[in-house]
């Protein structure tokens, strides 16, 4: 997130017009639509290895991923990108990148929610190692934490276990306290 990149409100805006074909058209060879994108960022086309990893939808779990990785093609595919060929980065960001969104947001949401769709563009972003227009570092890496979904429920999580592990230790204490007052109430 060192280099400034595009305006973020053109990137939230062209997510909102992102077409059906884009959102989960079963005809769509999703590897050749990386490839494509690679190539028009000025990079190379995907090998037939690197291809495997966007094939099979049909692979638990996969489907969501892939429909992710659709819509990112969609919103990296914007001018910015195609002008300032910015595709260091972008391989790793749609083959794994992506993952742990797609187990948490259902795709489509990134096109429809405000929120992620800012979230969405924000994570393409900072794969690829920029910020949005006029940021400074440190205010994007301050509003991707806001709107982070995973970050969200790694903090849910911990919560919960830090309360779990409050509760066993408040129950623990008491059956110690009632032990002892056994004890004391059992010697007169």
């Known amino acids: 997130m060192n280099e400034e990149g595009p305006q973020l409100e053109t990137l939230t805006r062209r997510l909102s017009e992102c077409p059906p074909e884009f959102l989960g058209d079963d005809r769509v060879i999703i590897a050749a639509v990386v490839s494509d994108l690679l190539r028009d960022l000025g ?49 790793t960001l749609l083959k794994s990148g992506l993952t742990d969104l797609s187990e ?18 924000r994570v393409c972003l900072k794969g690829l190692g920029l910020r949005p227009h006029a940021e400074t570092f440190t205010q994007a890496q301050d509003r991707l934490a806001t709107l982070n979904s995973v970050e969200r429920v790694r903090v849910i999580q911990e919560a919960k276990a ?24 059992g010697r007169d």
């Open 43 to 91: 990079g190379e086309v995907l090998t037939r290895e690197q291809a495997s990893a966007f094939g099979n939808a049909n692979i638990t779990g996969q489907e969501k991923r892939l429909r992710i990785v659709m819509i990112a093609c969609w919103l990296l595919h914007d001018d910015w990108f195609l002008q300032n060929k910015k595709h260091n980065g972008l391989l």
């Open 104 to 121: 948490l947001v259902q795709p489509e949401k990134f096109v429809t929610n405000a929120d992620r769709r800012e979230e969405f563009a």
């Open 162 to 185: 830090a309360e779990e592990r409050a509760r066993a230790i408040r129950e623990e204490m008491a059956r110690k306290a009632a032990e002892e007052a056994a004890s004391y109430y």
